[in-house]
């Protein structure tokens, strides 16, 4: 893939498996990922225990050394997750299987075991067709299917977006902050977006960065742009208000997040 096919691209499908299998992509990404489209259907799970998945999803990405705590949100998920009826594979059910995947849960007969980014997932579609694919792909079939299809469109247009802030160039050029740019402002400036989901403050982080000499018009646009929501409704987690999620390339590059995984996933 070329950085170009990769801002024309219309499929997230196609990106997230060239980042799985060719870019080799870290776990951590796909899982904001997750958390990112699984916030597209927060409607349909109210009456679940959706919100200690949506947590259990962010202390994977960031703190998956924590078994203890892992454990204690997933049990506290995973009870009434398929509590809706299968047998028609209505929204419902897809929103609760994005969010069972997100999570990298799955249920084998003999109990709830946790499944890392690179393994693969059989999973039936509301078509009743079978994909097989790397978790972030099955979440954002389930997505798009947990959503009724006036609206599917703009489902894929939102994980695409989300999928280029996360990336944003990187996995084409390598992009470097000197030292000089990571001033006391600049990283109190980052933590604090990335900590408080605080992306309304981007505009601010740019000047910041400017000021302490950076001149990459790719970080510095970045910050200023917000490309996601154009026209339609506001979105209603606030994270996304400003057009950046979780995981942002820009709060990573500052931050030192490799958006590459150590261990390789598997090639097909």
């Not at 892992?70 to 609760?96: C, F, M, Q």
């Not at 890392?116 to 999973?123: D, F, G, K, L, T």
């Not at 579609?125 to 978790?135: K, M, T, V």
């Not at 000089?180 to 400036?189: F, G, I, P």
């Amino acid at each position: 893939m070329t950085e170009a096919d990769w801002w024309a691209t219309s499929y997230p499908d196609k990106l997230l498996n060239w980042l799985f299998y060719t870019a080799q992509a870290s776990e951590r990404k796909f899982r904001l990922f997750s958390l990112a489209c699984c916030r597209q259907v927060g409607d349909l799970l109210a009456d679940s225990a959706f919100p200690q998945l949506l947590v259990l999803m962010e202390v994977l990405a960031d703190d998956p050394v924590d078994a203890a705590k892992i454990e204690r949100l997933r049990r506290a998920g995973r009870d009434n997750l398929y509590s809706v009826s299968s047998a028609h594979r209505t929204p419902k059910w897809h929103a609760r299987n994005a969010a069972l995947c997100g999570t990298g849960a799955l249920w084998e007969g003999r109990g709830w075991q946790s499944r890392p980014a690179y393994w693969e997932y059989v999973y039936q579609n509301s078509e009743g067709g079978w994909l097989l694919g790397p978790f972030p792909h099955v979440v954002s079939e389930a997505v798009f299917c947990a959503h009724p299809r006036s609206e599917q469109a703009e489902a894929l247009a939102h994980q695409l977006r989300v999928i280029r802030d996360l990336f944003g160039p990187l996995p084409f050029r390598d992009i470097t902050v000197p030292q000089a740019w990571l001033t006391s402002d600049v990283l109190a400036l980052a933590r604090g977006i990335y900590d408080e989901h605080a992306f309304e403050r981007m505009p601010i982080l740019a000047d910041a960065l400017q000021e302490a000499g950076c001149d990459n018009d790719d970080i510095l646009d970045h910050c200023r742009h917000e490309p996601f929501f154009v026209g339609g409704d506001a979105p209603k987690h606030r994270s996304a208000a400003s057009g950046h999620v979780r995981g942002c390339w820009v709060i990573d590059l500052l931050l030192r997040r490799p958006w590459r995984s150590a261990r390789p996933h598997p090639r097909r």
